[in-house]
């Protein structure tokens, strides 16, 4: 789990049982299955959607046995969109573990993530709170048609921030934002607080996903794992490409993605014109405004020690650099 | 749809209203998910899932807004399944039309089956039924379940009938009792007559299941659009392997299938093998006790015109040859 949650034992401890939930709804369905989200897990990242679930069901009375299945449920509908983008990007490898298409092959892979989906769903059905599973089934089928966006708008240079907005928000807020607010829901916050979690998540992951878009564009891609310029090999036009196009350097970058960078070494290129023409520093100013509006919203919270966690959180998510 | 429904033009129109649904919901997200339903619902076939809601709830006080919905998102679900299905097999062709996998890429088919599946449940979670939004995601992730078990016993010859069937349980029969059952409930059938109906959906399902197995050894796969020994050729044994396994020409067909055929005149010898060693008749015998089982459930049921249909229906699904 890395050492983002350092500091937070309590919190890794709760995670811990997410992860044994997880495992566990795995083991009831079958060998292979439970053997696939075993490998997966190995390779389980931050937890922070799960870490939200947990962190906002503190504002309420929270019943660990249902926080907890909820947090398992939206952690395992973010694994299985890990697991089919994997497929579709053909990425052998993920946070230094191979990846599941890699080991046991697309044809497992592609199952594996629909019965992540159908799972994830069904345990939150199981806990009886219709507008719960609603709101993530929703989600779900808003994430996979932002990713078709996405996927349709491929070399198309000329996006508008605000499409881009739409798609990221479909992509990444629309969950950070569900996270907190059953977190907060399951506990029985009361409305203006669950609402307060709602934006908060919703701005985090909008901060979390452009400065995650301009990860890409560092030098060497060497503590994200993946290669400088990736996003713009495969033809993806992120904000720092968006606003990069607008400036003098313009033209000069806009001639030069006529067609997707196909080597690794033209990505790199690109990626400098894009750094040169001030595309990152842009891109920046964008994301502190997320912050900004994140700690504000953390500001309207209740004092207690779970409003100073998120304070530290959203600092190490906003500021970070991997 | 084919000429199968011809002869009920009413059920015809009730599932012309679903596919408009299934299409209207597509619209409200993108115009390029809205694109790749109406293209997969050009090549839609039977539609058997969504008329087994209907002729169910005629069994009750069906209400159409209700049950359209519910017949909806079981086709979606469907749909699901066969667009991740073209993706495994790298399908280029399903009923005559390319697969969106071919049109579209394996990038946008892997998003749409998953928006398929999230919208699939997001239908029915929106009725507030939360026992038919349990079935039905349980339902998925056990279909999934089946399809990986499917995928890691690819290459093994001695599977035991009990696993085929229970895979074929979990890929098929599970979705057809489902959509008897939900048919049902939905709309408020007597608890005796919508268990009726979801025995008669598993032992249809069984049967429909063994027949499709069979039908891969014809000699020519022309009504199917699949080549002979397509199964085989993909390390998949069916029922009529795994019982000409265990008749005299056994060892010859094992020693034969010691690795998975790989050229199509192998696979079309493989499938020879199986005919000759009387694994069809034998399979078939098996797919008889499923129709009987289904016949005496119909037979169950009160003597209306859709008891009457019913049995129509399963005479032309579990005799047909194609």
């Known amino acids: 789990m890395g050492s983002f949650w350092d500091g937070f034992p309590e919190l890794e401890r709760e995670l811990e ?16 299955v439970r053997a696939a989200i075993e490998h997966l897990l190995s390779a389980s990242g931050k937890m922070l959607r799960p870490a939200f679930v947990l962190l906002a069901s503190r504002f309420g009375q929270a019943e660990p046995r249902r926080t907890h299945r909820v947090a398992a449920a939206v952690e395992m509908l973010h694994m299985a969109t890990l697991v089919h983008d994997d497929i579709i990007d053909g990425a052998s490898r993920r946070r230094g573990v191979p990846t599941l298409n890699a080991t046991a092959g697309a044809r497992t892979a592609v199952l594996v993530g629909d019965w992540l989906l159908a799972s994830s769903v069904s345990l939150i059905v199981d806990l009886g ?41 479909a992509k990444t807020a629309a969950l950070f934002s569900l996270s907190f607010y059953v977190g907060a829901r399951e506990s029985g916050c009361p409305e203006p607080i669950s609402s307060i979690l709602r934006r908060l998540g919703y701005c985090l992951g909008m901060g979390f996903q452009i400065i995650d878009d301009i ?35 313009g033209p000069r970058l806009g001639s ?63 500021h970070r650099d991997y």
């Open 215 to 249: 990860l890409d564009f560092r030098q060497e891609g060497a503590r994200t794992g993946k290669p400088t310029g990736n996003d713009l090999a495969q033809g993806i036009y992120t904000l720092p490409v968006i606003l990069a196009l607008r400036t003098e350097g």
């Open 17 to 32: 049982d997410v992860r044994t939930l997880i495992l566990d709804r795995a083991s009831t369905d079958d060998r292979d």
């Open 129 to 169: 709170e219709t507008q719960d599973a609603r709101a993530l089934a929703a989600i779900t089928a808003r994430i996979c048609a932002g990713e078709i966006s996405q996927s349709t708008d491929r070399g198309v240079i000329h996006t508008s921030v605000r499409r881009y907005l739409r798609r990221i928000a």
């Open 256 to 318: 030069a993605l006529r067609r997707p960078p196909r080597s690794s070494r033209s990505a790199a290129r690109a990626a400098e014109l894009v750094r040169d023409a001030g595309g990152i520093e842009a891109a920046r100013r964008v994301a502190a405004a997320y912050t900004e509006r994140s700690l504000r919203e953390i500001a309207r919270l209740p004092a207690t020690d779970t409003r100073r966690t998120l304070e530290g959180v959203t600092a190490r998510l906003l």
